[in-house]
């Protein structure tokens, strides 16, 4: 008998623990390593729990990752807040829901100077009053409206400009339940301006609430006239007059059931005159006709368009070889406005999914979509990434399009998680000039892929891929038995891994002897757990979180030595 072949440290089943080893359970069954609270509040910021996971409910996913971010908090609030504030106002995340979360947490469960933080940072984190009314929808699930949140609340108010106080009301009058009359009421804000006075009583608060608070502060009766329309600036009281204007005609062509037509004149003649009228803000009748939207596209923010190009190409603006549709696509691939809007790459991939398959999640609209902004998409989701240059090293992109990867979707975005994957693969693709692509799940397939192919053909790739079991291990044991020299081996997975004889550390350990070569291994994590098939002692392997907008600079400053 042979003991060895029951108990060693140089090949051990991915069911097993390897000997020695720092190691837990995944929650597939095999072992890997866990990856410290600090780590996995980074991919909970980023990645968030929306949708679960394969092997985990949503829920238990939330709690867990809710967990990890206490201890965080407890061992050290500030770090945290300040650590939302960057991750948040960098755009990093696809979506703000997990910063705003931490930051309710943070609110109730930090100590007194992280609290103070948290109320300075709000603002910048909650940049609008849909963010603001999410805080508040999470901070109550963990404690009341205490002075702390009152002055959080307050501060947010206060600190916007008479114009930008009336675009919120306008834009977001109510979500998540809440509507900014519940936001005052509750955090007793005194607006600290006549001109902010007046757009409240103007636009949300016809009983005068604010006023009121503050006679309860000063004790003094008073009775109140008219509002004072001479205290609000003259950019904001002409946004007020075009959108009450715009509703007037609306309500009158309504009543007398008539057409639309002199609505549709009158909203384009207000839109032209005043950019700061958002679709948001019209009438819902009116998002059905062209020449509303033809006269909101050179005002239209970018996250905006994303959301509306097939409503866009449905209308007949966006036609091969249109106006609009060279416009449409200059706007897309300028890296100024993307970087402006804090276009996050994963929304641009959601896009272009929702676009190139021609109809929309919900509802019946559809369109037949246009090559052309099929490429500006494909351009502009490269741009979204911060600029690397090539590092010259030999690298294999190995993705995981294992069962698990093929199930949920990424931040709860329409892209799941084996797309999201071979989408961040070809960013590497596009900048190096040394690089293969496999994909692997119990086994390893070659994908070939060009620097110049579209991203929409290499996700239609993706999906027709069989899925399997997860071994992890494949990349570094293909590349010993073929003898393919590699510097780098990149590995985009949900470290779900557990079919193989051997884990992937000890079979990029084995690569390194046979070869020769001191190869790196890169974990890109596509989903917020807390484990990695990196071994943290290792100073060849790294984590990265997955579609973390600087994950390619990270990567290729590892590559480097930088």
Not at 72 to 90: M, P, Q, Y
Not at 183 to 199: D, G, K, N, Q
Not at 438 to 451: K, W
Request: aromatic share 8%; hydrophobic share 40%.
């Amino acid at each position: 008998m042979t003991y060895a072949k029951h108990f060693q440290t140089l090949e051990t089943p991915q069911r097993e623990p390897i000997p020695g080893k720092n190691q837990v359970q995944n929650d597939a069954g095999g072992y890997v390593f866990p990856v410290s609270d600090w780590v996995r509040l980074d991919r909970f910021l980023i990645l968030g729990s929306e949708g679960g996971t394969y092997y985990v409910s949503e829920r238990k996913l939330t709690i867990d990752n809710a967990q990890a971010v206490v201890r965080c908090i407890k061992d050290d609030g500030l770090r945290v807040v300040k650590r939302v504030e960057e991750i948040s106002t960098a755009g990093r995340a696809p979506k703000n829901t997990p910063a705003l979360f931490v930051l309710a947490m943070v609110m109730a469960l930090g100590s007194e100077e992280a609290r103070r933080e948290a109320v300075t940072v709000l603002p910048r984190v909650a940049r609008t009053a849909t963010h603001l009314f999410q805080f508040l929808s999470e901070v109550q699930a963990f404690r009341g409206w205490g002075r702390g949140l009152r002055r959080a609340v307050s501060n947010w108010y206060s600190q916007l400009s008479p114009k930008d106080l009336l675009y919120q009301l306008m834009k977001y009058q109510s979500r998540a339940g809440w509507t900014h009359r519940d936001a005052w009421r509750l955090s007793h804000w005194i607006p600290p301006t006549e001109a902010h006075h007046a757009i409240c009583r103007l636009y949300v608060d016809p009983d005068n609430l604010g006023a009121r608070l503050v006679d309860r502060r000063q004790k003094e009766p008073t009775h109140y006239g008219p509002v004072n329309i001479s205290a609000i600036p003259e950019d904001a009281l002409r946004l007020h007059q075009a959108h009450e204007e715009l509703f007037s005609v609306y309500r009158h062509e309504k009543d007398r059931s008539a057409s639309l037509k002199e609505t549709v004149n009158t909203a384009v003649r207000l839109i032209a005159s005043n950019p700061s009228l958002t679709w948001e803000m019209l009438p819902t009748e009116l998002l059905r006709e062209a020449r509303v939207w033809e006269a909101l596209l050179p005002s239209l923010p970018m996250t905006a368009l994303l959301r509306n190009l097939g409503r866009l190409t449905a209308l007949g603006l966006l036609a091969p070889l249109g106006t609009h549709t060279k416009l449409v696509a200059e706007r897309l691939t300028s890296e100024e406005r993307i970087i402006g809007a804090r276009l996050h790459p994963l929304s641009i991939l959601q896009a272009l999914n929702i676009y190139m398959v021609g109809c929309g999640e919900l509802g019946s609209l559809t369109w037949s979509p246009v090559g052309t902004i099929i490429d500006a998409l494909d351009e502009a989701f490269y741009l979204s990434f911060k600029a690397v240059g090539p590092t010259g090293a030999r690298i294999l992109l190995a993705l995981d399009v294992s069962g698990s990867m093929d199930l949920g979707y990424v931040s709860g975005m329409h892209v799941k998680p084996r797309e999201a994957a071979a989408a961040m693969a070809m960013v590497t693709a596009r900048t190096e000039q040394s690089y293969a692509v496999v994909t692997f799940s119990h086994e390893l397939r070659d994908f070939p892929i060009t620097a110049k192919e579209r991203l929409d053909s290499v996700i239609k790739r993706t999906r027709s891929l069989p899925a399997g079991g997860t071994d992890c291990a494949l990349p570094m044991i293909w590349a010993q038995d073929h003898r393919i020299p590699v510097d780098v081996f990149i590995v985009y997975t949900d470290n779900e891994t557990w079919y193989g004889g051997i884990h992937p550390c000890q079979a990029l350990a084995r690569y390194r002897r046979k070869m020769g070569i001191p190869a790196k291994l890169i974990v890109v994590g596509m989903t917020a757990t807390s484990f990695s098939i990196a071994d943290p002692n290792d100073g060849g392997m790294l984590d990265v979180v997955g579609f973390d907008t600087s994950a390619p600079q990270v990567i290729s400053q590892f590559i480097t030595g930088a």
